[in-house]
């Protein structure tokens, strides 16, 4: 019963995890199809091809002019946002956005993070936000916003597949936690700022900062198993490693090492930081197998995620944000899906508390 443990909450069209064999399917296609293949773009199309459109090119349009109608909200980033976490700051200008069920809403939602989250950052470092180009992919032009330049194409198609790689992934937490919200019919503003929140905390998506944190604090690849030895006697988890549904290795997480390492040194990628990473993945593994040899904990979606990011220029602060830019797409789909086809989400408790007088 704790956590909801193997119960099917919802059936759904949109993705399926296969937490025994390690493949994860989004709308009939596999990852490996989908990953470094087609854009975000073209997956939010196959999410959402009633709601937005199936065609990719009409969705990339009309996603490019909702981020020049979000940027408007950023005329309100002060001093007293920029004083918030980076997710709470991102979490408290989507909070501006208009609320309801219609496509409009659905597209800001989807746009927000992308544009909001590149702002914060550089407000946050002292320099004025860079306005979108609708002309620009999704991937690119937030990586323009950011950076205060474009992107070169192998940027842009990192940050692209990493979009696509973790735009939906079945009934996790946050995913969840939109479709709940939906199912009361408050509109997909009110879902998605819900399932930002589940995303924030550290079992979920506010998991890839710590990796790094993680790496910095072992620093040497011969320091790796000394510390993780220290940290698990202390019985703290290690992030990045074990996962509710995979019992074995996070298919994402070879998805996203592989667009580590199209994008290259000159892409941003630090050699001796995948090969300390390297060496941090095998000893955890082995540590992970010695300390609970009837629980497989294996490397998951955020172990690479913390690397790639950092190697595209996000501060290790902001990769939650960058997790919700990607899974936005997800969590507007769930939530459409459970407007057209669900009912109010209400399960039953059992109460083990006092008795009435
Ligand atoms: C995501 O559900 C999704 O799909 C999520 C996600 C998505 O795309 O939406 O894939 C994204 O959230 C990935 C996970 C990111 N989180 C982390 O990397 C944080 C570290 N991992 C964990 O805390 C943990 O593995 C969870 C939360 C991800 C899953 O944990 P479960 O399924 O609730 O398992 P559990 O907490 O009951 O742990 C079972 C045992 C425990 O030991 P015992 O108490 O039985 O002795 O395994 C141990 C845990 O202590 N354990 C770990 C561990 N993860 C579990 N021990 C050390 N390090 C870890 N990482």
Redesign the pocket.
């Known amino acids: 019963m704790s956590?909801l443990d193997d119960v099917i909450a919802a059936e759904t069209r949109l993705s399926e995890?296969d937490g025994a064999n390690g493949r994860l399917v989004i709308c009939g296609h596999s990852l490996d199809s989908l990953a470094a293949r087609k854009s975000y773009e073209a997956v939010l199309a196959l999410l959402l091809p009633d709601l937005l459109s199936a065609n990719e090119e009409a969705v990339r349009a009309e996603l490019g002019q909702a981020r020049l109608r979000v940027f408007r909200e950023v005329a309100w980033l002060d001093a007293d946002l920029i004083s918030l976490s980076v997710t709470e700051g991102l979490r408290a200008l989507m909070a501006r956005l208009p609320d309801g069920e219609d496509k409009s809403v659905a597209l800001l939602q989807i746009a927000a993070p992308a544009v909001f989250l590149p702002a914060l950052i550089r407000v946050r470092q002292g320099q004025k936000p860079v306005p979108p180009h609708p002309g620009l992919s999704h991937a690119a032009d937030m990586l323009a916003m950011l950076n205060g330049r474009q992107p070169t194409a192998a940027q842009a198609q990192a940050l692209d597949t990493y979009l696509v790689t973790?735009s939906d992934?079945?009934l996790?937490?946050?995913t969840f936690t939109a479709r709940v919200v939906a199912s009361t019919r408050a509109g997909y503003a009110s879902a998605v700022l819900a399932a930002l929140g589940a995303l924030k905390g550290?079992?979920?998506?506010g998991?890839p900062g710590p990796v790094l944190d993680m790496l910095d604090a072992i620093g040497m690849p011969d320091k790796a198993g000394p510390w993780i030895a220290a940290q698990?006697a202390r019985g703290e988890?290690?992030?990045?490693?074990?996962?509710?549904?995979y019992r074995v290795r996070?298919p994402r997480a070879d998805a996203l090492k592989a667009a580590l390492t199209r994008l290259g040194a000159a892409g941003g990628m630090n050699t001796n930081r995948l090969a300390l990473a390297e060496a941090v993945e095998a000893a955890a593994l082995s540590a992970?197998r010695a300390a609970?040899p009837s629980?497989p904990?294996e490397t998951?979606?955020?172990f690479f995620t913390a690397l790639l990011l950092e190697a595209l220029g996000f501060p290790r602060e902001a990769f939650t944000g960058v997790f919700a830019a990607g899974r936005v797409g997800g969590w507007v789909a769930h939530a459409h899906e459970q407007i057209e086809t669900g009912r109010l989400i209400r399960p039953q408790s059992r109460y083990v508390g006092p008795k009435a007088a």
């Not at 550290?202 to 998506?205: A, I, M, N, R, V």
């Open positions: 956590g995890v973790v992934h079945g996790n937490a946050s550290p079992l979920h998506g998991a698990l988890r290690l992030m990045g490693f074990g996962h509710r549904i996070d992970l609970k629980r904990l998951n979606v955020e």
